[in-house]
């Protein structure tokens, strides 16, 4: 189970997820987000990210030269586009990406998956109007599709209290966290932080143990497995 601790704003915080065992660290560069990053914050903040570490970018419906300009002052990793961005925008930049699904009710996150077929994965969040994300609020874990053949990040209210359930429910590759793990908006809390981190490896763990290791549909030619 790999673990997105988003909405890193400083050095200090950016290490301590690290050493916590986080996978990813997720870097806001929405204007309005009370976790939001100037480049040169987000610069300072990828000297502290130890090597194997993924640093994300996360943007919404930013305008693409904002998106450029960003690219060109730090090291992300991964891209996250979490408002109403398309394939076609999102694949200009020609970077990983994730695209953000919200779970608003009746919404149909197969076709959504479809219309994105380069995406590495899709972070399913929960939907309140008028705010594209960071709401601290869930949804029914539910209504995750287990048989889409896609890389799913879960995300979404999610705390060290209720990481583990989600997990057994939504049975996704991955759990992306922000104000659940925080002490302050924009500022994590290393105790939560680490048991957040620790729920999630743990029963992603004993829930790979009961099943097959290996779940990759591509072979490798010459190779029997
Ligand atoms: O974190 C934000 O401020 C934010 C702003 C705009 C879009 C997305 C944002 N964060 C992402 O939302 C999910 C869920 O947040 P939470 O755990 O419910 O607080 C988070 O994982 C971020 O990827």
């Known amino acids: 189970m790999r673990v997105k601790i988003c909405g890193i704003t400083c050095v200090g915080d950016a290490e301590m997820a690290a050493a916590a065992g986080?996978?990813?660290?997720?870097?806001?560069?929405?204007?309005?987000?009370?976790?939001?990053?100037?480049?040169?914050?987000?610069?300072?903040?990828a000297h502290g990210v130890p090597p194997f570490v993924q640093l994300v970018g996360l943007f919404v419906d930013a305008h693409p030269e904002r998106v450029r300009e960003i690219l060109a002052a730090v090291p992300l990793n991964l891209l996250q586009f979490h408002g109403s961005e398309?394939?076609?925008?999102?694949?200009?930049?020609?970077?990983?990406?994730?695209?953000?699904?919200?779970?608003?009710?009746?919404?149909?996150?197969?076709?959504a998956m479809a219309?994105?077929?380069?995406?590495?994965?899709?972070?399913?969040?929960?939907?309140?109007?008028?705010?594209?994300?960071?709401?601290?609020?869930s949804f029914d874990w539910q209504r995750v599709p287990r048989d889409s053949g896609r890389q799913i990040v879960l995300a979404g209210g999610l705390n060290p209290d209720n990481v583990a359930e989600a997990i057994r429910v939504?049975?996704?590759?991955?759990?992306?966290?922000?104000?659940?793990?925080?002490?302050?908006?924009?500022?994590?809390?290393?105790?939560?932080?680490?048991?957040?981190?620790?729920?999630?490896?743990?029963?992603?763990?004993?829930m790979s143990a009961g099943g097959p290791d290996y779940v990759g549909a591509g072979k490798c030619e010459g190779v029997e497995k």
């Open 170 to 206: 939504a049975g996704p590759g991955a759990v992306d966290v922000s104000g659940g793990v925080e002490m302050a908006p924009g500022r994590k809390d290393r105790q939560r932080t680490a048991a957040f981190v620790r729920a999630a490896k743990e029963v992603g763990k004993s």
């Open 86 to 111: 398309t394939a076609p925008y999102c694949e200009q930049f020609r970077r990983p990406y994730i695209k953000a699904l919200r779970m608003k009710p009746g919404v149909d996150v197969n076709a």
């Open 115 to 137: 219309a994105h077929p380069r995406a590495r994965g899709f972070l399913l969040d929960a939907y309140r109007a008028g705010v594209p994300g960071g709401t601290g609020e």
């Open 22 to 45: 986080a996978d990813a660290l997720g870097l806001v560069f929405y204007e309005k987000s009370p976790r939001f990053v100037t480049p040169e914050q987000a610069a300072e903040i």
